[in-house]
C-alpha cells in the first residue's frame, strides 16, 4: 500500500520489477504500438467524456411559460404583456407579473414552467429537466457527480489493480463504461443521467490509467515515459478536434441533445481495443514473485515482436536468479524504510502538483466563457492549433531536457500565466485576456500531462497502479475545489480563482524543485551469445523438466499467457523521459 506508514512500504519489494528493460528480453514492436493505441484510444475517450457536458448543459434563453387556458396571446405578445424587464434591460427569466392582464399591477411571481428559445431547447439538457432558475443547481450537481465518481473510483481501484492485476479490472471497466455510457446517452430523467454520468466518470478514468500504466510497463525504459508523453497528447488533441467538430454540428443545425452526446461520446467504442490490444503486465507478476506468468507472458511478447527466443530465455533465468536474490535481501535487511519515506514524500509533491493543475484547468474550462472573445474570427478557431503547437514544443523539450526540469519549468510558465489572468480578467481587455486564456490551455494539458508520466517513475510495479489512481484522484479534488469555489464566489470573481491558482502553482514548484534526485536502479544487461546458449538450454530444461511449472502453465489464462514491454538500455532514472 502506497505512503502511509513507511515501515510497511519498506516490507514491499519495489526494485526487482524494475530490475530489467522488456527491450531486452522480448524487444519492441508490435506488442507496445497495441497498447499504444490503446492509450491513446482511452485518453480520447477520457476527454470526450470530460468535454461532453459543456457541450450538452449550454444556456439558453427562457421565460416564464404561459398558462393553459382561453385567451392564449401570441410568444411575442405574452413576453411583452407578462414578463417583467430586468435592470439590463432584458426580460426577466424567472419571474412573471402576477396580474398580467391588470397593466397597473407590478407586482411579480416566481414562475414554474418555462418556455425556451425554439432554435436551442433540443441542444441542451437544460430545456430537458427545466435546470433554470431555482432548479439551476441542479445543473452543478451533476457536474459535481460526475467528478465525485471518478474521485470514489480512483479511491480503490489502484489497490485491486496492484493486488489482482491490472488486465481484470481493465477489462471490467471496459465492459461497465459501455454500458454506463449507453444509459448516459439515453437517459429518460434527470437521476438516472446523474447516475449513469458518475459511472462513466469512474469507468473512463479507470480505463485510461490502466492503459497507460500498461503501456508505461511495457516500454523501453529511455524511451517510455515519451511513449506515453506522445500516446496521451495525441489522444487530447483528437478529443480536442472531435469536440470543435461536434460543436459546429450543434451551430450548423438543430440537433438533439442525445444526438450531440452519442456524436462526441463515439471514441468510447474504441476502447474495447482492450479485448485484443492488452496483457497482464509481466512487470506486475515479477513485483508478485509469480515468475510462471511472468515468462509466459514475456515469451508471447517475444513471438508477437519476432525477439530471438534465445535471448528471451536467457534473460528469464538471470531475472529468476534476481528475483530469488531479491527476496532473500528483502528478508535479511528488512527494507529500506529511509528509501519509503523518500517514496512518500516525492509522492505526495506529485499529488500536490496535479490538484494545482487540475484547480487551473477547471477554472480556464468554466471561465473561458466569461472572457471576452472579441470579434476577430481567428480566435474561433486558434484554440485547436494553439494546443497543437503547444504539444509540439513540449515534444521537442522531452527530448532535450530531463523531466524535472521540464515539470518545473511548465509549472512556473503555467503559474505566471495564471497571474497575468488574475490581472487581466477583470479589465475585460478583449485581446489581451483571449490571448492569456489561449496560452493558459496547452499549458495546463500539457502540464498535466508531463505530471502523469513523471508520476511513473514514482515507486514500482507493486505500487504503480495506486499511485498513479491516487494523483488522478487528487486531480479531480482540485477540480471540484475550482468548481465549489466559482459558484460561491460567482464567476465575477475569476481574478480571485486565477490569482489562488497561481499561487498554489508557484508553491508546488518550488516544492518540486527541493526534491532530491531519483535514485538510480541497475539494469540485467544481455549476455554474449555463449552464455545465451548455455541460459537457452537450462530455461528450457527448466520449463520441461518440471511438472508444477508445466501443469502452471497449462492452467493459466490469457490474462496470464499475454503481456507487455520493450527495448531500452537503462533503468529507472529521471533522465528516462
Not at 497528447?233 to 441533445?257: C, I
Not at 501443469?551 to 520493450?566: A, D, F, M, V, Y
Request: proline residues 4%; aromatic residues 8%.
Amino acid at each position: 500500500m502506497l505512503p502511509i506508514l513507511p515501515q510497511k512500504l519498506a516490507q514491499v519489494d519495489l526494485v526487482t520489477s524494475e530490475c530489467f528493460d522488456c527491450g531486452d528480453i522480448f524487444g519492441h514492436g508490435r506488442f507496445q504500438r497495441c497498447l499504444f493505441v490503446l492509450t491513446m484510444a482511452s485518453v480520447c475517450a477520457m476527454h470526450c467524456h470530460t468535454l461532453v457536458f459543456r457541450l450538452i448543459s449550454g444556456d439558453v434563453d427562457h421565460w416564464c411559460k404561459q398558462p393553459r387556458g382561453e385567451g392564449m396571446m401570441s410568444a411575442a405578445s405574452w413576453r411583452n404583456a407578462a414578463i417583467p424587464i430586468d435592470p439590463d434591460g432584458r426580460f426577466s427569466r424567472c419571474t412573471v407579473y402576477k396580474h398580467p392582464d391588470d397593466p397597473n399591477d407590478t407586482r411579480v411571481v416566481s414562475c414554474d414552467e418555462w418556455d425556451y428559445d425554439p432554435e436551442r431547447q433540443k441542444s441542451t439538457i437544460v430545456s430537458q429537466w427545466d435546470l433554470v432558475c431555482d432548479r439551476q443547481p441542479l445543473l452543478v450537481v451533476a457536474q459535481a457527480v460526475s467528478i465525485l465518481g471518478s474521485l470514489i473510483f480512483m479511491s480503490g481501484v489502484g489497490l485491486v489493480a496492484d493486488h489482482f492485476g491490472r488486465l481484470p479490472v481493465l477489462l471490467s471497466s471496459v465492459v461497465a463504461l459501455q454500458l454506463a455510457t449507453l444509459g448516459s446517452s439515453f437517459a429518460a430523467s434527470y437521476s438516472v443521467y446523474v447516475l449513469s454520468s458518475f459511472l462513466n466518470s469512474g469507468c473512463v478514468a479507470t480505463v485510461m490509467v490502466l492503459s497507460s500504466t500498461l503501456l508505461f510497463e511495457a516500454s523501453t525504459h529511455r524511451r517510455r515515459s515519451l511513449h506515453l508523453f506522445v500516446a496521451m497528447s495525441a489522444g487530447m488533441l483528437t478529443a480536442e478536434g472531435w469536440f470543435v467538430f461536434a460543436r459546429l454540428l450543434r451551430q450548423l443545425r438543430q440537433v438533439d441533445w442525445i444526438v450531440l452526446q452519442i456524436v462526441m461520446l463515439l471514441p468510447t467504442v474504441l476502447t474495447l481495443y482492450a479485448f485484443a490490444a492488452a496483457y497482464e503486465s509481466p512487470r506486475w507478476h515479477v513485483a508478485n514473485k509469480d515468475m510462471a506468468g511472468a515468462e509466459m507472458i514475456m515469451l508471447s511478447a517475444a513471438k508477437k515482436n519476432h525477439f530471438p527466443l534465445i535471448t528471451t530465455a536467457c534473460m528469464l533465468v538471470r531475472l529468476n536468479e534476481e528475483v530469488a536474490l531479491s527476496a532473500a535481501r528483502l528478508m535479511v535487511t528488512g527494507g529500506d524504510v529511509a528509501g519509503a519515506r523518500d517514496l512518500r514524500h516525492r509522492a505526495l509533491v506529485m499529488f500536490c502538483s496535479s490538484f494545482a493543475v487540475t484547480f487551473t484547468m477547471f477554472a480556464v474550462q468554466l471561465l473561458e466563457t466569461e472572457a471576452p472573445s472579441g470579434t476577430n474570427s481567428w480566435l474561433q478557431l486558434a484554440p485547436i492549433g494553439v494546443k497543437i503547437v503547444g504539444f509540439a514544443l513540449l515534444l521537442v523539450a522531452v527530448r532535450m531536457t530531463t523531466a524535472p526540469h521540464l515539470l518545473v519549468s511548465t509549472l512556473g510558465a503555467l503559474g505566471g500565466t495564471s497571474c497575468l489572468i488574475s490581472l487581466t480578467f477583470p479589465w475585460k481587455r478583449d485581446l489581451i485576456t483571449s490571448v492569456l486564456f489561449l496560452l493558459a490551455k496547452p499549458l495546463v494539458h500539457g502540464c498535466d500531462v508531463i505530471i502523469f508520466t513523471t508520476a511513473m517513475n514514482v515507486g514500482g510495479a507493486a505500487v504503480r497502479c495506486v499511485t498513479i489512481c491516487w494523483l488522478f484522484g487528487f486531480g479531480r479534488l482540485g477540480g471540484a475545489w475550482a468548481a465549489t469555489l466559482l459558484t460561491v464566489l460567482d464567476v465575477g470573481h475569476g481574478d480571485v480563482v486565477f490569482a489562488l491558482a497561481g499561487t498554489v502553482l508557484f508553491a508546488v514548484m518550488l516544492a518540486q524543485l527541493r526534491l532530491p534526485p531519483m535514485h538510480e536502479v541497475l539494469i540485467l544487461s544481455s549476455t554474449d551469445p555463449a552464455s545465451k546458449n548455455i541460459a537457452g538450454v537450462e530455461f528450457m530444461k527448466h520449463t520441461l523438466d518440471t511438472p508444477s511449472y508445466r501443469k502452471e502453465s497449462r492452467s493459466k489464462s490469457r490474462t496470464s499467457s499475454l503481456s507487455s514491454r520493450g527495448p531500452g538500455s537503462e533503468f529507472y532514472t529521471t533522465e528516462s523521459y
